[in-house]
């Protein structure tokens, strides 16, 4: 019964953005070995999921800890679930999950270097990077706003993409990294803006991310900067033969991006009030990589 209440702590909404990395990455091995293992494949998506859900618990519960959470306005892309605000009785239990979720995405990197052994040594400073990432993010990373800033980009768009193609394929690629660039400016997109709306309540408690520590402005200059950057290497890559050509598609849901660069530039912190800009900023973060990776898996 516990279990089954603390789910809205998993925030299951944003969870396909795990599975869309892993894909992106399987479908990079695929285009270069002309075959995947499904069951490893499917062993990879479940760790992406067990990470995900374990980034998003301790940040749950490190938020209720601080008190963040009782001063944060929610809107339904960031400030958290609420879940705790509404049952603290169940903060031991989001702890406990917090804890096997990150032991189960070890495990399954101990499982993948077991499996590999020394073909995929390369596997092991991907994973304990990621391990430090999911554990530091809420109470270390959120106080250093270059590092904060760049964190989910480098654990979903890069990481989990080269680290994917590295355990399918049995050898690691360049082009799982250069292709993984694209989703890093992205999914650090995603993150940015939605720390717009809790710059506040996220000063209040000590956190000193990118909005907190430059300002609305310059956050505004580096989310188009960082939009432009994807853009162009779509583009880039289309033209070098890196992607197929029929991942032009993926201009079309990366337009999303620009239209929530609009709503930050118009309405700066209170974009909060404005949630279909900040839809399209999770939209554009989600379809893009997923069409990247559909094209690529096709092509």
């Not at 960031?78 to 032991?103: D, E, F, H, N, Y």
């Amino acid at each position: 019964m516990k279990l089954t209440a603390i789910i809205p702590s998993f925030r299951v909404p944003f969870l396909i953005l795990a599975p869309i990395c892993v894909f992106l990455g399987a479908s990079i091995s695929y285009s270069e070995q002309g075959t995947v293992d499904y069951f490893l494949l499917a062993i990879a998506i479940l760790g992406g999921l067990f990470a995900h859900i374990a980034v998003n618990t301790i940040n749950e519960y490190q938020d209720y800890q601080s008190g963040l959470d009782l001063k944060t306005v929610r809107t339904p892309f960031s400030g958290g679930s609420g879940l705790l605000c509404q049952q603290p009785t169940l903060l031991p239990v989001v702890k406990t999950a917090a804890i096997v979720t990150t032991l189960f995405t070890f495990l399954i990197g101990v499982y993948f270097i077991t499996l590999h052994g020394l073909a995929v040594i390369a596997i092991v400073p991907i994973g304990l990077l990621g391990l430090v990432i999911i554990v530091s993010y809420t109470k270390w990373i959120n106080k250093r706003p270059f590092i904060c800033l760049i964190a989910p980009g480098l654990c979903f768009g890069l990481l989990m993409v080269a680290g994917t193609q590295l355990i399918l394929s049995g050898e690691q690629s360049v082009s799982a990294w250069v292709i993984g660039l694209v989703p890093f400016f992205i999914i650090n997109n995603l993150l940015l803006l939605n720390q717009y709306p809790d710059i506040d309540a996220d000063k209040s408690i000590g956190r000193n991310h990118f909005p907190i520590a430059f300002g609305i402005k310059a956050s505004n200059g580096v989310f188009a900067l960082f939009t432009v950057c994807s853009t162009l290497l779509i583009g880039f890559y289309i033209h070098l033969n890196i992607l197929p050509s029929l991942t032009a598609l993926a201009f079309i849901p990366q337009t999303l991006a620009f239209v929530a660069l609009y709503g930050a530039i118009k309405f700066g912190a209170n974009i909060g009030q404005k949630p279909k800009y900040l839809a399209c900023n999770v939209a554009c973060s989600l379809l893009t990589p997923m069409t990247i990776a559909l094209t690529v898996f096709i092509g």
